[in-house]
T-cell receptor, first 110, second 116 residues
């Protein structure tokens, strides 16, 4: 069974620090990886997609992919209280669907 | 770009009635749309995948006769919850994927359904 795993948290990070969110997946052949942010009571919004090994940066966000280790992470630099949300990792296992992890709840402490 | 809308945002209905939820891609053509359900403090659960002009593919355990999905055009998909019961109360979210966006899914704002 193809699975995406995340630590459910909660993860508490002081304001201004780096928040590190991790995700592992079960299928080494996966090609597409996504991070979504979901505020309480709202729908998910796309933060980043990543397809190749290495780092991809977008503003304060950096996604890191290591296909050999089946690991994808999201770093948030200079964390702000507005970053407090649940972060969902999603993987395309080669079909048209995305498989989501259960999400990591992140709290930024002022 | 890649804006997806849903209507209504919130609906309250009596048990036994049917509710229709619309999902529209506003600035792109969505070849595929997805319908999810999310209960409080739980993750997204994919209900079905719909491709324009063809029948939806339902996930295991989702009753296709209860959750009717129509994807009549490249910008509109509808989900009808038939004979709704209190246990159908949930947050229903659609997402859309267009050819230009590869396999990225863009989510609508969701519809909160409460069945009394």
């Amino acid at each position: 069974q193809k699975e995406v795993e995340q630590n459910s948290g909660p993860l508490s990070v002081p304001e201004g620090a780096i928040a590190s969110l991790n995700c592992t997946y079960s299928d080494r052949g996966s090609q597409s990886f996504f991070w979504y942010r979901q505020y309480s009571g709202k729908s998910p919004e796309l933060i980043m997609s990543i397809y190749s090994n290495g780092d991809k940066e977008d503003g304060r966000f950096t996604a890191q992919l290591n296909k050999a280790s089946q690991y994808v992470s999201l770093l948030i630099r200079d964390s702000q209280p507005s970053d407090s949300a649940t972060y969902l990792c999603a993987v395309n296992f080669g079909n048209e669907k995305l498989t989501f992890g259960t999400g990591t709840r992140l709290t930024i402490i002022p | 770009g890649a804006v997806v809308s849903q209507h209504p945002s919130r609906v309250i209905c009596k048990s036994g009635t049917s509710v229709k939820i619309e999902c529209r891609s506003l600035d792109f053509q969505a070849t595929t749309m997805f319908w999810y359900r999310q209960f409080p403090k739980q993750s997204l659960m994919l209900m079905a995948t719909s491709n324009e002009g063809s029948k939806a593919t339902y996930e295991q355990g989702v009753e296709k006769d209860k959750f009717l999905i129509n994807h009549a055009s490249l910008t509109l998909s509808t989900l009808t919850v038939t004979s709704a019961h209190p246990e159908d109360s949930s947050f229903y979210i659609c997402s859309a994927r267009g050819q230009a966006g590869g396999d990225t899914q863009y989510f609508g704002p969701g519809t909160r359904l409460t069945v009394l």
